[in-house]
């Protein structure tokens, strides 16, 4: 079983380097690595380049679209995305096979624990309660973690066409996710698929984090009603 791993990033040299590295380091190698870049202006591509992924650029701006186009240049059979600031841990692709191998599903997703600044938390609790509660509050489906998603290639097919464009209308992990569950998708949370993410959006923009997000995350459910 083959995985390709997808990035996108817009201006992230300080933190790139590092996402790649944990990649050089599993146990069992992605088949690809595609970092896109979303227009940025710092040394982002320069930096992919040197540590061997194939770089691939996306004129338009937007996590979705960034997203998109590193989907579907993808080919393996399993399509695995993390952030630019995500650190992984060696056994990550190792266990999104075994998860893939032993579970009858189409998407597959963990928590996100933190590791800088005055945020540096390593317990999994708030990311799998955050889980958890989205599951209670619809049924019991499970749900994607935009650092930390995996689906199929043949899944993203059948939903690449309906997902939403504009990043300010959704969350896109909850809305691929919903798009996924609308199809009759299975996704699967595991609670030891876990990375590190940089706290930084909750540091410099706490009034987005807190505000925002939940905001449209309201709006994420009430699109996919319609």
Known sequence: MKVS??????N?????????????????KPSEIIVV?????????????????????????GMIHA???????AHADIIARCDADV???????????????????????????????ALKYTSTLPSMTYLKSLGLL??????LV????????DIWNQV????ELDDTKVHEDIDLSLRIIHVGGKIRNDPHLVVQTSSRRIIHKPDSFFLEYPLRMIKTFRLNRQ
């Open 160 to 163: 690449k066409d309906s997902v």
């Open 138 to 143: 619809t049924g019991g489906h499970h749900y």
């Open 146 to 153: 935009g650092p930390n998603m995996i689906l199929t290639r």
């Open 87 to 117: 650190i992984l841990p060696p056994d990550w692709i190792e266990r999104i096979i075994q998860n893939f191998t032993h579970h009858q599903i189409d998407a597959l997703s963990g928590p996100v624990t933190y590791y800088d600044s």
């Open 67 to 73: 997203r998109n186009k590193g989907f579907n240049s």
């Open 12 to 28: 992230e040299e300080k933190y790139l380097a590092q996402t790649l590295i944990s990649l050089q380091n599993q146990t069992i």
């Open 37 to 61: 870049d979303n227009n940025s202006y710092d040394q982002t591509a320069a930096i992919a380049k040197s540590w061997g992924a194939t770089v691939i650029q996306e004129k338009k701006q």
């Open 5 to 10: 791993v997808i990035i996108p990033a817009y």
